[in-house]
C-alpha cells in the first residue's frame, strides 16, 4: 500500500486542496436519531464534496452513541469514500500493550481507516501499534483547538535527555511536537495544532518543519483562516491540512461551501508564494529544503564555525572565508539544530542506514541518527592494518543502501573515495547529503557521476541571510562572493 502521508500528498497535489471535510453526523443535523440517518447524512456529504477535498475524517464519538449498528454505519461511511482520497479517524485513542494494539485493529483493519487522531499521554510505546505499518498514518495531538488547552499543554516542561529528542526546556506541546520528530521513523506521524492558536501554530511549525499538521477549529470555534496558513504551512506550500465539518454540512449547499473554503485556502497560499516564502525555486543542481534558519546561520559563526578575513588554503589561495565545521562537537545545542536541519532533507530518500565520512561528519550524522533512529557507518580514512581491518565501521549487509552524510561539499572529491569504499563493500549509494553546499562543483561533478548532492543551505543562501542580518560586512560578503565567483 501507499504510505499514508504519501497519499495525502498526493491528493493534495491532484486536487488543488488542504481542505479536509469532517463528517460529524451531530444528532441536531439528522432526519432522525438514527444511525441509518447517520449514514445517509455522511453519504451525502462525501458524494457532493469529494471533488473538493483532499482527506475525510469522520469522528468516532457520533457514530459510537449509537452503539453497535453505529460501528458499522462508521465502517460503511469509511468504505463509501473514494480510494484515491485519505480517511482520518479521528477517535483521539491513548492506551498502551494489548488495548492500543486492538485499538489499532478497530481503526485500520475493522474500520478501514488510512489515520488516526491518537493522545501522545502515555508514550510512545502507546503509539507503536499504530506506527508499525508506514501505510497507516497518525495525528498526535499537540496543541489542541479548545480553550481548556492551556490547562496542561502550555505548562512548562524540564529538558529531556537527547537520546529522545529534546534537549531543552520548552512548553508541553513543542516537547510533544520535538518528540514527533524523533517518533517519525518510518515517516507517518503528524500533528494535531488547532487554528484557534496562530502563535503556538507558528512555533510548532518551527519545531517540526517538515511534519503534517492538521489544524482544526476554522468555522465554529472561531480559528482565523488566513493566519492560520500563514502560520503553519511548510516552506514548500504543503504540509497543513485545515479539517472543516460544520461550516460546510450545515451551508444550504455544502458543496459550493467546501469549495469556497479549498479557494479561501488556496488564494492565503498563492498569497504567501508571492511573498518568496513557500514554493521557492531552487537550484536543480543542488536541491535545498529552504531558507536558512537564522539561529543556525549566526550559531555558525558564533561558534567559529565559519570566519571571515584572510585564510591561506591548502593549496596556497588566500580566502576571505574558512568554514570548518569540526567546531560543532563543542556546542551541543548548535549540534543538535544542526541534526534536525538535516531531517528533512532524508526523510525525503529511500535509503538503509547514514555513512559518515570522517571527520566533521562523525558527530553530525551520530546525532542525526539519534534524532531520526537510522543506524550509521563510516568509511575509514585509513584501513585498519590489524584485528578485523575493516574499511568500514558499523554493522551492514551487502546490498543496503546507505546515504553519505558530510559537513560541506565543495568539488566533490572526498565523496568519491568514500562512495568508493562504501561501494567496494557492497553498499549501494545514489545519494549526498550536506549542510552547505559551497557551489564550487561538487553537485555537477556528482551528477556526471550519477550521484545526487542534497544540501540543507547553500552558501549563497547563507551569505544573503547575514547581508540582509547585518551580522557579516558588505565588504565582506562582496568580496566572498567574488572569490568563490558566486
Known amino acids: 500500500m501507499v504510505p499514508f502521508f504519501s497519499l495525502l500528498e498526493e491528493r493534495a497535489r491532484r ?112 503509539l507503536e501499534p499504530f506506527l508499525d505499518d508506514p501505510a ?15 490547562d496542561l499543554q502550555e ?45 503556538a501554530l507558528a512555533r510548532v511549525r518551527s519545531v517540526a518543519p517538515e511534519l503534517w499538521i492538521l489544524a482544526p477549529g476554522v468555522g465554529a470555534q472561531g480559528g482565523d483562516l488566513r493566519a492560520a496558513i500563514h502560520a503553519g504551512l511548510r516552506t514548500d506550500g504543503m504540509g497543513l491540512l485545515v479539517p472543516v465539518s460544520r461550516a460546510v454540512s450545515r451551508a444550504k449547499d455544502p458543496r459550493r461551501a467546501a469549495e469556497e473554503l479549498r479557494l479561501a485556502i488556496n488564494q492565503e497560499r498563492t498569497g504567501i508564494s508571492d511573498q518568496g516564502l ?8 543542488s536541491p535545498v529544503t529552504g531558507e536558512p534558519q537564522p ?4 550559531g555558525l559563526l558564533d561558534a567559529g564555525c565559519i570566519k571571515f578575513g584572510q585564510f591561506t588554503l591548502k593549496s596556497g ?41 570522517p571527520y566533521a561528519a562523525l558527530p553530525i550524522a551520530t546525532a542525526i541518527s539519534l534524532k531520526g533512529g537510522w543506524p550509521m557507518v563510516y568509511p575509514r580514512k585509513e584501513v585498519k592494518q590489524y584485528g578485523t581491518r575493516a574499511e568500514i565501521e558499523g554493522l551492514y549487509e551487502e546490498g543496503e543502501r546507505a546515504v553519505v552524510i558530510d559537513d560541506l561539499a565543495t568539488t566533490g572529491g572526498s565523496k568519491f573515495e568514500a562512495i568508493e569504499k562504501l561501494t567496494s ?37 547563507l551569505l544573503d541571510l547575514w547581508e540582509r542580518n547585518g551580522r557579516v560586512p558588505a565588504e565582506q560578503i562582496m568580496a566572498t562572493r567574488a572569490f568563490l565567483k558566486l
Not at 455522511?42 to 469529494?50: G, K, N
Not at 529522545?164 to 518528540?179: F, M, N
Not at 507517518?188 to 484557534?196: C, Y
Open 15 to 126: 486536487v488543488d486542496s488542504l481542505l479536509c471535510v469532517g463528517l460529524d453526523p451531530h444528532p441536531d443535523d439528522l432526519s432522525a436519531p438514527t444511525p441509518q440517518a447517520a449514514r445517509d447524512f455522511c453519504l451525502r456529504l462525501i458524494d457532493t464534496t469529494a471533488d473538493q477535498a483532499a482527506a475525510f475524517k469522520p469522528n468516532a464519538a457520533f457514530f459510537e452513541a449509537f452503539g453497535p449498528e453505529g460501528v458499522e454505519v462508521l465502517r460503511q461511511v469509511i468504505a463509501a469514500v473514494p480510494e484515491d482520497i485519505p480517511v482520518i479517524l479521528d477517535a483521539k485513542r491513548g492506551d498502551i500493550a494489548s488495548t492500543a494494539q486492538a485499538y489499532a485493529r478497530a481503526a485500520f483493519q475493522v474500520l478501514g481507516a488510512g489515520a488516526v487522531t491518537l493522545s501522545p499521554y502515555l508514550g510512545y510505546d502507546s
Open 136 to 150: 497507516r498514518g497518525v495525528f498526535l495531538l499537540c496543541k489542541t483547538s479548545n480553550p481548556g488547552a492551556a
Open 155 to 199: 505548562l512548562v516542561v524540564s529538558s529531556i535527555s537527547s537520546d529522545r529528542g529534546v534537549s531543552e526546556t520548552s512548553t508541553l506541546y513543542e516537547t510533544v511536537a520535538r518528540l514527533a520528530r524523533f517518533w517519525n521513523r518510518q515517516g507517518n506521524l503528524g500533528l494535531v495544532v488547532g487554528a484557534t492558536h496562530p502563535q
Open 278 to 285: 513557500v514554493n521557492r525555486k531552487q537550484s536543480s543542481s
Open 295 to 298: 539561529s543556525i546561520a549566526d
Open 317 to 357: 589561495l588566500i580566502s576571505p572565508i574558512y568554514l570548518d565545521l569540526r567546531q560543532l562537537v563543542s556546542f551541543p545545542r548548535l549540534l543538535e539544530q544542526v541534526a534536525n536541519a538535516y531531517l528533512p532533507v532524508l526523510q525525503g530518500l529511500s535509503f538503509d542506514r547514514l555513512a559518515a565520512l
Open 425 to 461: 563493500a557492497g553498499l549501494k549509494v545514489t545519494d549526498v547529503v550536506v549542510l552547505i553546499d559551497r557551489q564550487s562543483g561538487a553537485s555537477e561533478a556528482l551528477a556526471q557521476a550519477g550521484y545526487s548532492l542534497h544540501a540543507v543551505f547553500t552558501l549563497t543562501q
